[in-house]
């Protein structure tokens, strides 16, 4: 069974003039339908003033009704679904919306309105559901008496044909994060001077500097692990037992030589 998530509709109202016909205006939408994906989409009618777009996956249905006395306005209505057949696809709820958006900013061009209606459903988006909001519409209150609708004139000429981006809107690419500034690691004014510290670093207690000088055992320790690490490291071995054997013989000269 097919489930429907919310719809969108826009109603439009027009205090003078007359609304072009609804074979013109579905025309137009359904052209650009097909210019976004080329698959066909289908149009049925129900009566002559109410049209039914489906298009891979998504439902457009569009109908009018002209004012029938002075005194009352036009309405034009649109409302965007979920198609019968969703083909793979799933439109949700926000998709709708935008699309709405999108045919309300095209109405706005060519079309302009004297008032617009934003209205939001769970039912099923088709001639039915237009029709319903149209006989809202039509019951609701009129204008004022001294405003009366007058000419028969087309609003606007629909001979262009709609830009895809009308139930389609192009995709852009969100803008780029702004890089955080980085530091430079030589920047003079990174580097924290000595005299820059409020207090001087204290000395290594008397205590940790005797305990720091090798005894004579230590020594012999040392030499006796690179001898022994010669067995399963040769160059290793032979080069730490040559450094412990230099650095004493040159502190030997040093305190000779004080």
Known sequence: MHSQDHGAIVAFGYRSGEIPPVSAIASRVRKAMQVADDRPAALSWEGQDIAVLDHVGVRVAI?????????????????????????????????????????????????????????????????????SFLELLEHAEGMAPDEKAVGT??????SSDADASVIDPPVVAPPAPKAKPVRDRFDPSGIIELDDLAEPL??????????AEPTEPL????????????????????????????????????????
């Open 202 to 211: 204290p000395e290594s207690p008397q205590w940790l500097q005797d305990q």
């Open 153 to 158: 004139q087309p609003l606007v000429d629909l």
């Open 63 to 131: 109908g009018r009704q002209n004012a029938t006395a002075e005194g009352f306005c036009s309405h034009l209505v649109m409302a965007v679904g979920n198609a019968p057949d969703m083909d793979g696809a799933r439109p949700n709820r926000k998709t709708h919306s935008k699309r709405a958006d999108r045919l309300a900013a095209w109405v706005e061009q060519t079309m302009p309105y004297d008032t617009v209606l934003r209205a939001e459903t769970p039912e099923d988006v088709d001639g039915k559901l237009v029709r």
């Open 219 to 258: 020594r012999l320790t040392v030499h006796t692990m690179a001898l022994s690490l010669m067995l399963y490291s040769a160059p290793l071995g032979a080069f730490l037992f040559t450094y412990s054997m230099l650095r004493d013989i040159t502190k030997k000269k040093d305190e000779e030589t004080a």
